[in-house]
C-alpha cells in the first residue's frame, strides 16, 4: 500500500513520497490501495483463500499527462466481476 498518494507532494516526507511513487510506477504498479492488504495477510493467517476486486475511480497519472480522464464511481461491474469470481470457484470445487 501507499499512504498520501492523493497529493503527496504536500505530505511532511513529500520528497519520500514522490520518489516512491516513481519506483513503483517503473516497476509497472498498476493500483494502489491498501483494503486488501490486510485481507490477505488475514486470509494467509487463517489459512483461507482471499481475493480483491478494484474498481478505478479515477486514473491521477493520466490527469498529471494532460490525458482523459473521466471518471467512474458505478460500481456494478466490480461487482458483477466479483460475483462471476465466487461463481467460478465454486463449479471448479465441485
Known sequence: SFYGQHDPAR??????????????IRAGCLASEMECAALFIVSSVLGVRAGGVLSVC??????KAGLSDPQCLDPARAIDTAIRAVCLLMKAEK
Open 58 to 63: 479515477w486514473n491521477q497519472e493520466r490527469a
Open 11 to 24: 505530505m511532511p516526507a513529500g520528497a519520500e513520497l514522490m520518489r516512491k511513487w516513481e519506483q513503483w
